[in-house]
């Protein structure tokens, strides 16, 4: 080995140097991080800690409001339990009651309004058998057409059938029969919003509506039907769009005729009014209606498809000069024509908008009539008034093109009408 093989001893000492130095450094280094490590778990144990000691105060405070919450719940189940009640709304001139709770004045109103409870409990104890129904209230009204039963020539014929009412009412302080004029519209308006109030109130258990033979109250009905708190009242066979899946029906045999009756009138004659029966039809038939049947007035009516729904029967079209006149008194009035009011006669609208003064003569109003049609009814194709000049569905049906037609939902409709509906509630066949 020669002597340039041999290093200076000088260099390993400051290899050891730097070696020391980078030792330091790393010793430096990790005791850094070992006491930042500590830091941070210190900091860490201390908002466990803190988040424990949070945990354990909100869960408490929360645990606290649930209790009021749940006291104060169960203070309001108990008021609603306590004030519970079933509703059924009836429409009378449908229901027909048996005839022998309709034949002893006052005292067949108490029979009737007797059986007519005790249905509605049966029912209730087989609908709820889980809670005692017996401490629950049960309302009814039922909405009757006494149209020309209150003149005072006829007082003395009333007399039996006031007397079924006066007993009825006085039965039970929750029932009342209700009048609600000839018009068939205001009973289905009548059930509809009554059915409706009803089944938003938690305290009302269960509504009852009847009868479920006429389609038209299903159709305007159709929204409420599905509810669990709905049973449908039959009588005479439900209609065909009642007897679908998820509906719930109830009967009362004892109270109400089960038979099918017809509201077609042979030879033109009124049909007989139904919820009283044979009393009514006596008092009816008592009335000297040959002035009335004789008159110059045609019976009102409205035309209807094979499914009950409303169809527009067309309108006769006007001559362009009375259209230029009605448009001449627009520009002349600065605003629109009442339609109610020149078309009726009447505008029952409080401080209205469109200009009634100088009501329009036979040409004009026909351009309104026509007009009108394209302004659709609230009611669409449910509508039963007769009298109503707004339209019912698309004069297009599914040939229409508008993109935004106000009529979109009535294009599926059938148009062709097969019936006549008069506003007493008697149809006519005009095609089979």
Same mark, same amino acid.
């Given at each position: 080995?020669?002597?340039?093989? #041999? ?11 730097? #070696? ?9 280094? @990790?005791?850094?991080? @070992? ?21 354990? +105060?909100?869960?408490?405070?929360? +645990? ?56 509605? $409990? ?34 003395? $014929? ?29 009973? &289905? ?8 109030? !009803? ?11 009847? =009868? ?36 719930? !029906? ?42 009335? %049947? ?7 009516? &409205? ?12 309108? =006769? ?36 908008? &469109? ?9 004009? %109003? ?9 302004? =659709?009814?609230?009611? $669409? ?16 049906? =599914? ?34």
């Amino acid at each position: 080995m020669s002597r340039r093989e #041999f290093k200076d001893g000088g260099s390993y000492l400051a290899r050891l140097e730097s #070696f020391n130095r980078v030792d330091k450094e790393r010793d430096e280094l @990790i005791r850094e991080l @070992i006491a930042n490590c500590q830091t941070f778990k210190d900091r860490l144990e201390q908002k466990c800690k803190e988040y424990d000691e949070l945990e354990a +105060q909100t869960r408490s405070i929360y +645990q606290a409001q649930a209790n009021e919450a749940n006291e104060k719940l169960a203070v309001i189940q108990r008021k609603v339990d306590a004030n519970a009640f079933a509703f059924a709304i009836i429409d009378g001139d449908e229901a027909i009651f048996r005839d022998g709770l309709a034949s002893k004045g006052e005292d067949s109103g108490l029979m009737a309004a007797n059986q007519l409870q005790a249905d509605i $409990r049966k029912h209730l104890r087989a609908v709820y058998p889980e809670v005692n129904s017996e401490d629950w209230r049960v309302i009814v009204q039922i909405a009757i057409n006494l149209e020309g039963l209150s003149e005072a020539d006829h007082t003395k $014929r009333m007399a039996g059938f006031n007397e079924f009412a006066r007993g009825f009412n006085h039965a039970r302080a929750f029932f009342s029969l209700v009048d609600v004029g000839k018009d068939k519209q205001q009973a &289905y308006a009548k059930v509809r919003e009554m059915a409706r109030l !009803m089944l938003l109130n938690p305290q009302c258990k269960q509504v009852i509506i009847g =009868p479920c033979h006429d389609k038209q109250y299903i159709l305007q009905l159709q929204s409420l039907l599905f509810d669990p708190k709905v049973a449908l009242l039959e009588t005479n066979p439900a209609a065909h769009e009642a007897q679908g899946p998820g509906y719930r !029906m109830v009967r009362f045999p004892e109270a109400f005729c089960s038979d099918v009756l017809t509201r077609d009138a042979p030879n033109g004659s009124a049909p007989r009014n139904g919820m009283m029966g044979d009393i009514i039809e006596e008092f009816k038939n008592s009335l000297d209606l040959k002035g009335i %049947q004789s008159g110059a007035t045609p019976r009102k009516y &409205y035309l209807v498809n094979s499914s009950g729904e409303r169809v527009d029967e067309p309108t =006769p079209n006007y001559e362009t000069s009375a259209a230029q006149r009605v448009d001449a008194r627009i520009k002349e009035e600065g605003r629109g024509p009442c339609y109610r009011y020149h078309l009726t006669g009447a505008c029952n609208v409080s401080a209205c908008s &469109y200009y009634h003064n100088g009501r329009l003569g036979p040409d004009e %109003q026909q351009v309104l009539r026509v007009r009108a049609r394209n302004f =659709p009814c609230a009611y $669409r194709s449910a509508c039963c008034n007769p009298d109503c000049f707004w339209g019912h569905h698309c004069r297009y049906g =599914p040939k229409c093109q508008l993109a935004n037609c106000g009529y979109g939902d009535t294009h599926g409709i059938d148009t062709i009408p097969v019936e006549k509906t008069y506003e007493d509630g008697s149809r006519e066949k005009i095609r089979s």
